[in-house]
């Protein structure tokens, strides 16, 4: 039979989770996307994302792609693999693509969100929603910092130790700070992020934006390229993966149905 080619668009709630990517000793959201899925095409599945995500990171689209010979229908895919799902993951979409899509590496940027509830008092039922930051934090102080960061540099000092990508040289195309009440949110898109590198950007805007450390320290800390000096890796809990792009002939961005005009400003942005 003739192998076809599907693209899912995921959403999910990390909260739960060890991460995107399987392990043997935790339950991650791949483990869970490929178990219901083997279920809607009676055979095993394996899926390739765009981005694997941490422990406790969201996705409002994580996009996948996976191979099957038997054929389903689209609503089948998305309603089908949702019944099997847990309730903190669900199929938005799902679109045949051609043989030489890939998830991962045929897309042309990741967008990230990061959200910090910046007030003294801690959050309750935001508790793995946000980072909390019970400092006073000066946005406008972060967003000149950001400016440091855009553009193509050597990011060494903001991947993780453990980071296994064979160079730290990324492209960040945006990087913007905003406050709505007590949130602050720092939106960041780029061609590609190492491990850790969007949770130690916020770490440092973080630092900056407390007065604990001057601006021009985000720009000390890049050309550094040295992990040590960055300071703390900030926690995972208000990082969300907002959106995958990919070229036009893939149809993949045109018309895509997502959530984030239902979502109150401080997710929309």
Known sequence: MVSQRIALGIEYDGSRFAGWQVQHHAETVQQAVEAALSV????????????????????LEQVVHFDCEVKRDLRAWVFGTNSNLPKAVSVL????????????????????????????VRPTFLARRVTWDYRALDERRMRIA???LLGEHDFSAFRAVSCQART???????????RHGDFIVID?????????????????????????????????VLESRDRTQGGVTAPPYGLYLMQVTYPAEYGINAGRETLLEYLPAVMRG
């Open 93 to 120: 979409w799902a679109k045949p693509v051609p043989a030489d899509f890939h998830a991962r590496y045929s897309a042309l940027a990741r967008r990230y969100r990061y959200v910090i509830l910046s007030r003294p």
């Open 40 to 59: 809607v095409a009676d055979r095993p599945v394996s899926v390739a994302c765009a981005g694997r995500t941490d422990t406790g990171v969201h996705a």
């Open 188 to 220: 960041v898109e780029a061609n590609a992020f190492l491990h850790h590198m969007v949770r130690n950007i916020a770490g440092v805007l973080m630092a900056i934006g407390a007065g604990e450390r001057e601006v021009d320290w985000a720009k000390a």
């Open 168 to 178: 730290a040289v990324r492209t960040i195309s945006q990087l913007n700070v905003q």
């Open 146 to 148: 950001a400016g440091f």
